[in-house]
């Protein structure tokens, strides 16, 4: 609200120095209408000025006064029509003095006091100066022709006039300098105006979507300005409470405690009950002064996730070279048992043996190809599928590729297109593995897997879906909670890097991939994809 204020304030200031700038023009303007009559109305007037037509000098400046208080009065209307305004007034003003000069015999005064008005026309409307310029010196030239050739009494010499007409030149052409200077020093403090109130628009922006909670703290102990984050953590208190002893009671004592030793305490603490534990962090806005001071509330949830993520990443680099490694002498393994398995002279309990050999062998190589495969993962290259032809071919490519025996898998889809932007070898690998769990571990005892590959959209105009389904017995919720994470699992011979690399893969395709309880039994994993005609996917897309 305070930013709009500023921002209609700036906006108006350019208006407010034109109509100041005019109401001044339009007072002078009174002031010469008010020389004018003291000139043609005093009783010394005929004696002092030489003033020869009386009647028409005096009919003249009693009008021109009339006209300038209407002008004066008049300031606000005249904004409305700025150029023809002040061009018809300093027609006037000419006009006027004309006139005079007239009626005085050529009273130079009056040609000097006309320079201003020339001057501040030319100053507001730079680009009309030399007009008001010429039309001045044609309203000097021809009361000067008139008295040369009417009036006996006229003394006026060429040369005089010649100067002031140059001068009225002259002060346009300076006059119009410093106007388009003005303009333009006007337009580029306009414009970095306009910029300092978009970059400050962003700066706010980009600190209520801070993690970090930000508070600002007067001497008072008032909070001046809170982000989102902060108001978050300190328990979301009304916006009428501003005293920060009252909404977070232990910041304001470490707070007191760090504006009198200077020294912060580190431990975490949680400044309202069911909030994240953070770490406050004090500065003074300059230094030496404690008049306002900066707190900054760091989340202590964030920089353990943050870590954790560099230890996955650590991990994953790490895991990736022993896995190279392992992966030659493994195949030699692997290798010399099957060689072997084929020898006639093995015992019953030999096979047995060498038959484990190859099932760890087995295992083991799948730890490595997960690793491997979350080591080198690509960038993800999306484009608009048709999901109801893409279930249907991949269910299809499945059954070619692997010996169903009793199981069941079946696809199904909706009637209507339904269009997706995903990666389809990301899709492809997620729904692999997806199917591949639920036919291992969705089925009750001693009865055949039935798992169903359904495209849909999650409701009307909603979002297009991919779901794998089981009639297994489900996965308990302490379970569940828990199985997108790395390296857990709770069957004997599994790596619990399965779902993991599947979320994450889903995730870099811009889709998500959660687990759904279903009621009655079995399992649900939901793949909700990104729409072809969305504006984030076409964002994506480009």
Not at 176 to 194: F, Q, S
Not at 235 to 255: D, H, I, M, T
Request: proline fraction near 5%.
């Amino acid at each position: 609200m305070g930013t709009d204020r500023r921002a209609r304030s700036h906006a108006d200031s350019p208006g407010d120095i034109t109509r100041r700038e005019l109401y001044f023009f339009n007072l002078y303007r009174c002031l010469e209408a008010v020389v004018y009559v003291a000139l043609v109305y005093s009783p010394y007037a005929v004696e002092w000025v030489k003033v020869t037509r009386p009647l028409l000098g005096q009919v003249v400046a009693g009008v021109y006064l009339i006209v300038s208080l209407a002008l004066l009065f008049g300031t606000d209307r005249l904004r409305a029509r700025l150029a023809n305004g002040i061009s018809a007034a300093l027609f006037v003003d000419i006009l006027a003095a004309s006139l005079v000069l007239v009626s005085t015999s050529g009273y130079e005064t009056i040609s000097l006091m006309v320079l201003v008005n020339v001057g501040i026309a030319s100053l507001l409307l730079p680009r009309r100066a030399f007009l008001f310029a010429t039309i001045a010196a044609l309203g000097l030239i021809v009361p000067y022709v008139y008295g040369r050739f009417v009036d006996p009494a006229f003394t006026r010499s060429p040369f005089e006039t010649t100067a002031i007409a140059a001068a009225y030149f002259l002060v346009a052409l300076l006059m119009r300098h410093v106007g388009l200077h003005m303009r333009a020093t006007e337009a580029l403090a306009e414009k970095r105006g306009v910029d300092l109130l978009n970059l400050e628009q962003v700066n706010e922006l980009i600190i209520q979507r801070m993690k970090t909670g930000v508070l600002l703290v007067d001497a008072a102990n008032a909070i001046l300005r809170i982000n989102e984050s902060a108001w978050h953590l300190i328990g979301n208190p009304p916006p009428n409470q501003r005293e920060l002893g009252s909404v977070a009671p232990e910041l304001s004592r470490r707070l007191y405690h760090w504006r009198h030793s200077g020294k912060a305490e580190q431990t975490a603490v949680a400044l309202a009950p069911d909030m994240p534990e953070v770490i406050p962090r004090f500065t003074r806005l300059t230094p030496n002064d404690d008049t306002n001071v900066l707190i900054f509330l760091d989340d202590t949830s964030l920089l353990s996730r943050r870590a954790e993520e560099l230890t996955l990443s650590s991990l994953g680099r790490l895991s990736a070279s022993i896995a190279h490694e392992i992966r030659n002498p493994l195949a030699a393994i692997r290798y010399s048992a099957q060689l072997l398995a084929e020898s006639p002279k093995l015992t019953a309990e030999d096979k047995r043996l060498v038959e484990i050999v190859n099932n760890h062998c087995t295992r083991a190589n799948d730890v490595v190809e997960n690793i491997l495969q979350l080591s080198r993962r690509e960038r993800s290259r999306p484009e608009s599928i048709d999901l109801n032809a893409w279930v249907l071919a991949f269910v299809e490519d499945y059954k070619q590729s692997n010996d169903l025996g009793g199981d069941h898998l079946r696809a199904v889809t909706q009637n209507r297109r339904l269009e997706a932007l995903v990666d389809p070898q990301h899709l492809q690998q997620v729904a692999w593995n997806l199917v591949q769990n639920a036919l291992r571990y969705g089925r009750h005892p001693n009865e055949p897997a039935r798992v169903t590959v359904v495209a849909r959209v999650a409701a009307d105009k909603g979002p297009p879906l991919i779901e794998i389904v089981d009639r297994g017995p489900g996965i308990p919720p302490k379970v569940a909670a828990r199985i997108f994470e790395p390296f857990y699992t709770t069957h004997e011979y599994g790596t619990g890097l399965g779902l993991y690399l599947a979320k994450q893969m889903a995730e870099a395709s811009q889709a998500a991939l959660e687990y759904v309880p279903i009621a009655g039994g079995g399992a649900c994993f939901r793949i909700t994809l990104m729409p072809a005609g969305s504006l984030l996917a076409t964002r994506i897309a480009g």
